[in-house]
């Protein structure tokens, strides 16, 4: 039996969630929020060391303006809400993705987050944000390139955005069973969980069964 340290989730639904509640699609990501900051308590009373959750991907540019407006504005939000419960509980947060691209608002909100978090050290949470992991691959490519690395396995996802950290579980709530561009480098041997319930319904229960199957699975490793 090998206790879990690091968690991957994909976390969708929100947008069918405030449909099915007949709520503007807003309501759906900020209630998300919460499921998030509920995961992250579980998480750490679990005693897991990181969880890395997905929360806007450079494909979800192509959504309607409004929406991407508004997850833009879904990060100060968590940032004026959330950032104090968050320290309050002990977790650092850091980001992984081309946040360059963000509106300098979000970045702003960003960097508050990490400076005010950066000497916690019970839970990392880890937001994927403006995230591809194809663009993450090629980037990690170029890193060694320039650097004039040796290109093999260890130092290429040394070079990737979440670095060479084993992932033991990858969940994606909301129904569908794909990996979305996410962190394709990184899940070799990850065990994965897929959940119907939308992200608003997916409560620490589940979260904490999908921990105890994956104390029961038998990870091998291609031995």
Known sequence: MSEPKTVAIIMDGNRRWAKKNNLPISSGHRRGIESLIEIVKTAKKAKLERLIVYAFSTENWSRDTFEV????????????????????????????????????NAQK????????????????????????????????VKTINENKIELNEENFLNATQIGNQEIDIFIRTGGDKRLSNFLLANIGYTELFFSDKLWPEFSNNDFIQILDEFKERQRRFGK
């Not at 940032?79 to 977790?91: A, F, P, R, S, Y």
Request: with cysteine; hydrophobic share 45%; net charge negative.
């Open 69 to 104: 407006n508004a997850l833009m504005n879904l990060i100060n939000f968590g940032v004026d809400v959330k950032l104090t419960e968050i320290k309050e509980n002990g977790i650092k947060l850091d980001f992984i993705g081309n946040l360059a691209d963000l509106p300098k």
């Open 109 to 140: 909100g960003i960097n508050k987050c990490i400076d005010e978090t950066k000497h916690l050290s019970e839970l990392t949470l880890t937001v994927a944000l403006n995230y591809g992991a194809i663009s993450d691959i090629l980037e990690a």
